[in-house]
């Protein structure tokens, strides 16, 4: 699907809060996550396919081309703590302080998510938020004003990539974009921290 977009392909470097992102129009990506579409992207972590995260047909995209089921929620990514808190119920101030200090990327799992899709969520209603640290992602999020998802770009059941040249040619061909930066780093990458907060305030952590 991804060769079928000429607007996105070939166009000039942006430079924007003074970045260059190469051949990437932010633009041009947050058009098309406006309409439903789907990116295969580098983050602060690894490889990521990524959408509008307030769009149902879009996730559902993103389900379907990971062949992930659904009962397996998917993260997303802000740029900002003060984003998260229109996302969620409540920030636990011990998460707040986590938040402002912790020098890894760090997903946290919130108990109450809102303003979010159904099929983005479990039963449970909670919700894997990361303040994401990468300049690209952070510019795409502000100029959509909204979050986006975030998950591995990989099948279901297949090892995430450590790097673009380990991304499946299935993903690659199954977005609607495929972002040119970071294309030639083969620095490996690692997935974040998780954290949760139990019933007693006490900070979980389920990958370190």
């Known amino acids: 699907m991804s060769q079928h977009l000429p607007k996105a392909q070939g166009i000039n470097p942006t430079n924007l809060s003074g970045f260059m992102f190469e051949n990437d129009s932010i633009e041009d990506i947050t058009n098309l996550l406006k309409t439903d579409g789907i990116l295969l992207m580098p983050t602060d972590t690894i490889w990521g396919i990524g959408c509008d995260a307030t769009n149902p047909a879009a996730i559902k995209k993103v389900f379907d081309l990971k062949q992930r089921d659904y009962n397996k929620p998917l993260s997303i990514l802000v740029d900002s703590i003060e984003l998260i808190k229109d996302y969620v119920v409540e ?118």
Not at 185 to 207: A, H, M, N
């Open 91 to 208: 920030i636990h101030p011990r998460v707040e302080t986590l938040l402002m200090h912790h020098t890894r990327p760090l997903t946290v799992i919130y108990p109450e998510a809102r303003n979010l899709p159904d099929n983005l969520l479990p039963s449970n209603r909670s919700i894997a938020i990361r303040v994401v640290q990468d300049a690209f992602c952070q510019e795409i999020i502000r100029q959509l004003g909204k979050p986006i998802v975030s998950t591995s770009a990989n099948i279901a059941g297949q090892p995430f990539p450590a790097h673009f040249g380990e991304v499946s040619s299935a993903i690659i061909q199954g977005v609607d974009y495929v972002v040119k930066r970071g294309q030639n780093e083969k620095k490996i990458s690692e997935p974040s921290v998780i954290v949760r907060i139990d019933g007693d305030g006490e900070l979980v952590f389920i990958r370190e």
